[in-house]
């Protein structure tokens, strides 16, 4: 897919570490040819941030607080006086109380819940009203990060489930709002990735593992995967493609119970 996105610019939050599905798909779209800019929370994210910012050739790199208007009107100016236009926005942003994603939802308090829907769900819309200016002389593309927990019951994965369905309907209006300018909307849902934030949930590994040997491709979705559905999406080969939900996750969507040899 070299070159597909050449020419492009884009805006990728939510990069932890190299094991990031957010810096899979930076990567993928830099070596399809895009610029990319990125943010952070926090100085220690922006340490681990800054050399894989300056492996694909970006020197834009800023702080945000996704929950913080002020702090998010500040990146996204900063943002416009670098590039007066971007073709596309990677949200990878989700956070709830890890003492929560154990046990049961019933348990769920009420302030993580409110926290967890404000950063995973709500900030999608935030940084879309904010990407739009951006977007609306030539269209783009916006993308945000789903899990099946928000359509089946994955132990552990709690309030988080709740979130991502929110995520997902959310994606579909923003779809219907956009597509007026030529904005297009898309959720990409993964299965089980080994990555900072999912090694937070209760039972991480064993649903990585059961994912892993039960999809019909017997495998869990790799970064380069994961960005090479990015990129499509991006690219102009997605140009018709909006209000999607897209699964990349080895086909175990479709199961209904697990493979005969794991029973």
Not at 68 to 73: E, F, K, Q
Not at 108 to 133: C, M
Not at 176 to 198: C, H, Q, W
Request: hydrophobic content about 45%.
């Amino acid at each position: 897919m070299s070159g597909v996105l050449q020419n492009k610019r884009g805006l990728v939050m939510g990069v932890a570490n190299e094991r990031s599905i957010a810096w899979g798909i930076a990567k993928a779209c830099h070596e399809a040819g895009a610029e990319l800019a990125f943010t952070y929370q926090g100085n220690v994210f922006g340490r681990r941030l800054d050399p894989l910012a300056h492996s694909v050739g970006s020197d834009f790199t800023v702080d945000v607080d996704v929950t913080d208007d002020a702090s998010l009107d500040i990146a996204f100016e900063a943002l416009a006086k670098k590039w007066p236009t971007i073709d596309f926005l990677v949200h990878a942003i989700a956070f709830s109380d890890k003492s929560e994603l154990n046990g049961r939802f019933l348990d769920t308090t009420r302030a993580n819940f409110k926290h967890s829907l404000d950063v995973s769900t709500y900030s999608f819309i935030e940084v879309a009203r904010r990407a739009h200016p951006l977007m609306v002389e030539r269209g783009g593309t916006l993308l945000t990060l789903t899990y099946q927990g928000s359509m089946r019951v994955v132990p552990n994965y709690n309030v988080m489930g709740v979130a991502k369905a929110a995520l997902e309907a959310a994606t579909r209006y923003l779809a219907n709002d956009l597509g007026p300018d030529g904005i297009r909307v898309n959720a990409i849902s993964p299965g089980p990735v080994k990555t900072l934030a999912g090694a937070v949930i209760g039972g991480a590994r064993k649903t990585y593992k059961y994912a892993d040997q039960n999809a019909p491709l017997r495998s869990n979705a790799s970064l380069e995967a994961i960005g090479g559905t990015a990129v499509y999406l991006i690219s102009d080969a997605g140009a018709f493609t909006t209000g999607e939900l897209i699964r990349v996750d080895g086909g175990f969507h479709v199961l209904g119970m697990p493979q005969i040899e794991n029973l």
